[in-house]
């Protein structure tokens, strides 16, 4: 296991006020305030967890969703594993805005490859009653736009946080593996000369 | 050659319970910062408790590449990595990060959260500064006196300032702002260092030291390159690097083209300029009109160069450990307790593999001191008091010079009969070498050293991995920038390809081999070494240079280890400078303890050095008698007395700042001085503070040292006033009269001391001087004369000491008679042209003064005005008009006055100096008009003096007109006396024979030097004819 892989980056973005603290307070805590401040900036937490037998540290960074913050969070989209996606089910503004949030965070994040970047999907607030996107709906969202999983989350009663951070954990180390797994065949060796060039003619 | 001692400046190690093998480690601010061998955490520890405990443990935002602490902010700057990108980020309250689940604000630099969100609840939290840059950084130093930042990356040097925000009363945050960028070409450092604007960079083999000066813009530069272009100025500074690189001054990679050795390169001060590296100041500060523009003054520049031809390679020849260390010596008061000004002295220090150097970089650039490692060191840290040097198996202790280059600086009595301390080029010393077992990582805070420790490195292949990577990657960089600068192409070259390659494969098989050996649990320890207190390490120092002592008294390691003790006491004492008083205290008292020490050390000593003695007991607070018993006790175990103490003892005697010794100590200089100097005896004797000594006793030794066929003349006089100290007037008599006054003279220049002791107030003459006084004042008074004709005593001095000689008798004036004496006297002898002029002005006073008072002084003068205008140009012979004005008429005033006069018409006395001194003097005597027409008539106002005379003295009128109205005067003649004459003669009548006959000699000059015609418009119209005819006559003819 190599240094670089202990540490994911995990970044939670979506509208202001959809539940992206309270997630990452929900998942790293376990606990839960109503009356959460509106984050200003850019703030991070971390929790060591095991996934497959391999431990590694999970770094979530949260950010301010609301639009006057934007200079204060996009810097630091760069270097990011894998971006939460988060809406809140009983907003369909803020289910719409995905596709915003999405392309804010590519071209922030200087993604190299946006086809394959983990992104995980996240409908916070499942526990309110007055929904405003069906389930149905953001499947489909997240099928037309890559497959990215998809899970419907709350904060406020623990449902399926720690499923939705752990998905989002095994994705990046499935992908840094295919990337291990990749390297050997990716590299030319610009030292040797193709010598079975000369001998072919 | 390094001397190696077995002092123990290490007091303690305790273990440090890190949970995870440390990677990085650094400390600062009283913390030990511990990142996990993963890189990505970071323990906090604290280093002034017992145990160490954890202060907090927090995350990074990568794998921590590298790590810095800064005291002023208390923040931690670290490089990070994070998938393939480097992050330059500053961690500020780290100390709010006690529980770990804490939130941890991350912004940008600059990136100021001013709005509500402060002000409603301030969050004490950990909070991030991402500091982004155009280039990845390499390298980052931390500025200890004011926490700004410099990061090195490959083309450029960037610095950022620290800004401390204020956004409430209760609340300030940590900012950091760009304020300047160095564009280097083709050099990119691997290590800087930063300190009150000096820049220390450091590449594989060499080290540059520059230092940034603001300078105000000067109106005239700009005003010059106003009127060119920017591009033609960038064109023409392009061509003066071109043309200094043909001159050959640029360093080897800039000449792939030729082929050229490296080799050692020292360059010092502005020379440095030469070395080819050129730095490109951009202002970047939002303020930077007012700052004015940044200059890059060069400093030093040093290159090595690895030996080949003996198997030496970049690897072992790579320098480390770059450091800038300032020290302040309290001399600038209020810079030194705010720590922010300049400064005053700037050290430099980096070490080879086997050579650490340290340059001090104020005032003059030099090599301060070299030190030789016993074996390969790793890493090493330059403290105010010591260098630690960790080599494989063994952590060193050296001693360090700053603070004898800082009392230097500090104090310019240094290196005087004053005041002395060791020199900076005395040999550094290893206090102690400690084993340690796989050392691997070292620093410093404080009193508190942390040392890491790793069992077996090669074992941990997966965390060692990327690190040998990158050792492996930068020496073949370097190997083939050496080759590439010896003019090989190492790609173009299959054999130094395969050369390269299997030098590498070779130390690749031998780490293959032993990654077999069977990896420990936990091969490794953290240790917090904290150092005893200088005090202590003092006294052991001084307990241990006595081993020496014992064995030989004059050992030069006893003197280095005193002195090594007494440069720490230094050093302390400049830390200390606004610490607790008591602690002061006690460091001076060890302070002045030790002066005594080295004293005694430089006091036994007989050739090299022993001069130092007088210092160091100066230093020391010691009496003199204090001096002499610790002498006089030591020389009981060796023999004899040292010449470092007979040095120390004549000194001190010579210069008279002696307290009064006793009888008994008093007896015992006298007895040193007859067994070690016999010659110094009848200058001892004359001492101020030996006059409690024994008179028979010093009589005896003298007549001893005379039949031994010793000079006589001092030794007469010196027998005479012992004589007069008993009172024996025989003896007195017989020795004063066994020697010429003429060579009497000789003696009293040869020891001073006979007449006089003590100088400036507390001057006071000696029995001897009271004597001749009443006997013999001429001798005295010439012996005064070649006093001060030699330099030997002041005319200020003299004064002083005629003054007190004469204080009791009666003499009304303010200048006893001896005194004025001995102003004549030097007037006759003296050949300074400043001492001259003070002297006829002193004596002119005195004159003046004696003429205006009625009274006689009643005291004969030694010289009369006869014998004065005899023997000495400076009084002039009397203008004959002079004596028909004051005919021997004033006996009691007579002598004065002829002396005055005698003045006025010599040659050397500026009247207008002494005008101011005339005021007090009428004229309405024929003295007091003699000064004054005198005084006029040398300033040239010849018709005042017609005036003057013709009222008061028409007698004189002819023989004051023939003697001074010649040349561009003599028209007055006509001009100016004949009218006059001719109008008198009107007022008073034709009966007043002295006018008329003035009137004759007037008309006979007239006639003479005049035309007919011109005569005949001269004569008055109401003129008798045949008086004026006969001179008509005489001027036709």
Redesign the interface.
């Known amino acids: 296991m190599s240094?670089?892989s202990?540490?994911l980056?995990v970044i939670l973005l979506g509208d202001g006020g959809v539940g992206k603290s309270s997630l990452m307070n929900r998942y790293?805590?376990n606990k839960f305030d109503a009356h959460l401040?509106?984050t200003?900036?850019?703030?991070?937490?971390?929790k060591d967890l095991e996934v497959d037998g391999r431990t590694v540290?999970l770094?979530i960074?949260?950010t301010a969703g609301q639009e006057r913050f934007r200079?204060?969070r996009t810097?630091?989209y760069?270097?990011s594993?894998c971006c939460l996606l988060t809406f809140s089910v009983d907003d369909s503004q803020s289910f719409h805005n995905l596709v915003n949030w999405k392309k804010e965070f590519i071209y922030y994040a200087d993604v190299k490859e946006p086809e394959s970047f983990p992104f995980v999907v996240l409908g916070n607030k499942l526990d309110v009653s007055e929904r405003q996107v069906s389930s149905e709906e953001a499947q489909e969202w997240c099928m037309e736009s890559g497959g990215y999983p998809y899970f419907e989350t709350s904060a406020k009663d623990a449902t399926n946080v720690a499923v939705a951070f752990e998905e989002a954990v095994r994705r990046v180390l499935s992908l840094e593996d295919r990337h291990e797994h990749l390297i050997p065949t990716d590299t030319v060796n610009l030292h040797r000369k193709p010598r079975s060039a000369t001998q072919c003619c | 050659m390094v001397h190696v001692y077995n002092c123990h400046p290490f007091a303690a190690q305790r273990i440090v319970s890190a949970e995870q093998e440390p990677g990085l480690v650094c400390c600062g601010g009283g913390a030990l910062f511990v990142v996990s061998?993963?890189?990505?955490?970071i323990e906090a520890f604290d280093l002034q408790r017992e145990e160490s405990p954890v202060i907090c443990r927090f995350?990074c935002?990568?794998?921590v590449l590298s790590l810095q602490h800064s005291a002023v902010g208390d923040y931690l700057v670290t490089i990070e990595?994070?998938?393939n990108?480097t992050?330059l980020r500053a961690y500020t309250n780290w100390r709010y990060q006690a529980v770990?689940?804490?939130?941890?604000?991350?912004?940008?630099l600059g990136?100021l959260?001013r709005?509500s969100?402060f002000r409603g609840a301030p969050k004490e939290?950990m909070e991030i500064i991402?500091i982004?840059l155009f280039e990845p950084p390499l390298c980052v130093a931390c500025c200890s006196l004011t926490g700004d930042l410099l990061v090195g990356s490959a083309k450029s040097l960037v610095v950022f300032s620290l800004k401390r925000q204020t956004l409430s009363e209760q609340l300030s945050v940590l900012d950091f702002e760009r304020v300047l960028i160095l564009h280097i070409q083709g050099w990119s450092p691997s290590q800087v260092a930063f300190c009150a604007g000096y820049l220390a960079l450091q590449t594989e083999l060499e080290v540059l030291v520059i230092k940034l000066v603001q300078q105000q813009k000067s109106a005239q530069t700009a005003e010059e390159n106003a009127l060119l272009p920017v591009d033609i100025m960038v064109e023409t500074s392009l061509e003066d690097d071109a043309e200094m690189k043909k001159d050959g001054f640029s360093p080897l990679h800039e000449q792939e083209d030729f082929f050229v050795f490296p080799k050692h390169q020292e360059m010092l001060g502005s020379e440095a300029q030469h070395c080819g590296i050129t730095l490109v100041p951009e202002c970047t500060a939002m303020d930077s009109e007012s700052r004015g523009e940044t200059t890059v003054v060069y400093v030093l520049f040093r290159r090595f160069a690895p030996d080949f031809f003996q198997g030496c390679s970049v690897e072992e020849t790579r320098l480390h450990s770059l450091q800038l260390h300032p020290i302040f010596t309290g001399k600038q008061e209020e810079s030194s307790i705010s720590r922010c000004g300049d400064p005053d002295c700037m050290f430099v220090f980096f070490s080879l593999p086997n050579t650490g150097y340290m340059y001090s970089l104020k005032s003059s650039v030099e090599l301060v001191s070299t030190y030789q490692y016993p074996e390969k060191a790793h890493q090493a840290v330059l403290s105010d008091q010591f260098l630690y040097v960790i080599t494989r198996n063994a952590l060193q202790c050296f001693t360090v010079r700053c603070s004898a280059v800082a009392a230097r600086v500090q104090d310019p009595y240094i290196d005087t009969t004053m005041k002395a301390c060791p020199p900076f080029s005395m040999e550094v010393c290893a206090l102690r070498i400690q084993l340690f077992i796989g050392l691997k990582v070292l620093c410093q805070d404080g009193d508190h050293i942390v040392l890491l420790t790793a069992a077996d490195v090669d074992s941990k292949e997966n965390?060692e991995r990327?690190a040998r990577k990158n050792t492996e990657w930068r020496e073949h960089r370097a190997l083939t920038g050496i080759l590439l600068a010896v003019g090989l192409d190492a790609t173009s070259a299959p054999t130094l390809e395969s050369l390269l390659s299997k030098s590498f494969l070779s130390r690749k098989s031998s780490v293959c081999k032993s990654t077999e050996a069977p990896d420990s649990a936990h091969g490794w320890n953290l240790y917090v070494i904290s150092s005893v207190s200088t005090l202590q390490l003092y006294r052991e120092i001084v307990e241990y240079s006595k081993r020496y002592e014992q064995s030989n008294p004059c050992s030069q390691s006893c003197v280095h280890l005193l002195s090594e003790a007494h440069l720490l006491l230094r050093s302390a004492l400049l830390k200390l400078q606004n610490g607790p008083a008591e602690e002061k205290q006690e460091l001076l008292e060890a302070f002045q303890e030790s002066c005594a020490h080295l004293g005694d050390c430089f006091s036994r000593f007989d050739k090299k050095d022993c001069h130092l003695a007088l210092p160091y007991y100066k230093m020391s607070g010691l009496t003199v008698t204090d001096v002499i018993q610790r002498n006089v006790s030591m020389s009981g175990v060796s023999s004899g007395y040292g010449r470092g103490f007979i040095f120390f003892l004549k000194h001190s005697l010579y210069e008279e700042t002696v307290e009064e010794l006793s009888k008994d100590v008093a007896d015992k200089v006298l007895e040193i001085f007859s067994v070690a100097e016999p010659a110094q005896l009848p200058h001892v004797v004359c001492c101020s503070s030996m006059l409690n000594a024994d008179p028979d006793g010093a009589g005896a030794l003298l007549e001893q040292l005379e039949a031994s066929g010793a000079p006589s003349i001092t030794l007469a006089l010196c027998r005479a006033s012992l004589a007069l100290r008993t009172g024996d007037r025989h003896t007195y008599s017989q020795q004063m009269e066994r020697h010429a006054e003429m060579l009497q003279v000789y003696g009293f220049i040869e020891e001073p001391r006979l007449l006089l002791h003590g100088r400036g107030v507390g001057l006071m003459p000696t029995l001897l001087a009271q004597q001749l006084r009443d006997s013999q004042d001429g001798l005295l008074v010439a012996a005064l004369v070649a006093l001060h004709e030699n330099s030997r005593i002041s005319l200020e001095d003299a004064h002083l000491f005629f003054q007190e000689l004469c204080k009791d008798r009666l003499e009304p004036d303010s200048s006893p008679q001896l005194l004025v004496d001995f102003w004549e006297s030097l007037l006759v002898a003296s050949s300074r042209e400043s001492t001259i002029q003070e002297l006829l002005f002193r004596l002119v006073s005195v004159y003046i003064s004696r003429i205006t008072c009625s009274h006689p002084s009643g005291c004969k003068a030694l010289k009369t005005a006869d014998d004065l205008i005899n023997s000495c140009s400076h009084y002039g012979m009397l203008y004959p008009w002079v004596s028909i004005l004051t005919p021997n008429l004033y006996h009691d005033q007579q002598e004065d006055l002829l002396k005055l006069q005698s003045l006025l018409c010599g040659p050397t006395l500026q009247v207008s100096s002494i005008l101011p001194l005339l005021e007090p003097l009428s004229d309405s005597d024929d003295p007091g008009l003699s000064v004054h027409v005198l005084c006029s008539t040398k300033l040239g106002q010849h018709e005042d003096s017609i005036h003057r005379l013709l009222d008061r003295c028409p007698q004189a009128i002819i023989p004051y007109a023939q003697h001074q109205l010649h040349h561009h005067t003599l028209c007055l003649w006509w001009q100016k006396l004949f009218p006059e004459v001719c109008d008198r003669i009107r007022k008073t009548g034709n009966d007043n024979t002295i006018l008329l006959s003035a009137l004759k000699e007037t008309l006979i000059v007239a006639a003479r030097e005049l035309t007919p015609l011109e005569f005949l418009d001269l004569l008055p119209d109401d003129g008798t004819a045949h008086f004026f005819l006969p001179h008509l006559l005489e001027c036709c003819q």
Do not use: M
């Open positions: 240094s670089k202990s540490l980056k790293v805590t401040f509106h200003i900036g850019v703030e991070f937490l971390n540290t770094q960074w949260d200079s204060l810097p630091f760069r270097g594993d | 061998a993963g890189g990505c955490k995350s935002a990568g794998t990595e994070k998938n990108a992050y770990e689940k804490t939130r941890v604000g991350v912004r940008l990136h959260l709005g969100s939290q991402e982004p965390t990327p």
